[in-house]
T-cell receptor, first 111, second 113 residues
């Protein structure tokens, strides 16, 4: 079974600084998708970024970018110019034929 | 474009009572998912529908949980009877097809006393 591991239960970043959230996964598949979702206290799960495993180029969405290392099964999220509104729980997720989530990383942003 | 709608947002019940949650997916989305998210954990898939057929219900506790998707649009998730360990947030999501990006609703927080 596929598993997703987020080794950082909690991270803090100063406003305007950069932070990187880690994620590793385990799979024997070669074709899959990876996601980062953000869940603020309101509970709404919001898509941050998506990566197709067959693409070598790392996905970017404005201030959010990923470092996808397929051989290492690593998928980290970099948030640049952090803002107070980025504070939330961040989930890494793997989708082969079913979406499997990690345990999440709480991100705190200090002003 | 309207997002995934869920109701109610909050529900408090006594153990052994029954409860039902409702979900309306994004218009045109064929695939609908129900997840259970226990506090401090990531969501866990309970059931996946493709139109009005069940694709995956392997992690649904079928002795107490049931779900249906009438006419391939709205869906209802029911728990009967509820146990203390069912306290969680129940998230509904939809996607265009299985494997496409899933979009989530605001969730229903269930507290079982």
């Amino acid at each position: 079974a596929q598993t997703v591991t987020q080794s950082q239960p909690e991270m803090s970043v100063q406003e305007a600084e950069t932070v990187t959230l880690s994620c590793t996964y385990d799979t024997s598949e070669s074709d899959y998708y990876l996601f980062w979702y953000k869940q603020p206290p309101s509970r709404q799960m919001i898509l941050v970024i998506r990566q197709e495993a067959y693409k070598q180029q790392n996905a970017t969405e404005n201030r959010f970018s990923v470092n996808f290392q397929k051989a290492a099964k690593s998928f980290s999220l970099k948030i640049s110019d952090s803002q107070l509104g980025d504070a939330a729980m961040y989930f890494c997720a793997y989708d082969g034929n079913k979406l499997v989530f990690g345990a999440g990383t709480i991100l705190r942003v200090k002003s | 474009e309207a997002g995934v709608a869920q109701s109610p947002r909050y529900k408090i019940i006594e153990k052994r009572q029954s409860v039902a949650f409702w979900c309306n997916p994004i218009s045109g989305h064929a695939t609908l998912y129900w997840y259970q998210q226990i506090l401090g954990q990531g969501p866990k898939l309970l059931i996946q529908f493709q139109n009005n057929g069940v694709v995956d219900d392997s992690q649904l506790p079928k002795d107490r949980f049931s779900a249906e998707r009438l006419k391939g649009v709205d869906s209802t998730l029911k728990i009967q009877p509820a146990k203390l360990e069912d306290s969680a947030v129940y998230l509904c999501a939809s996607s265009g097809q299985g494997g496409d990006t899933q979009y989530f609703g605001p969730g229903t927080r269930l507290t079982v006393l």
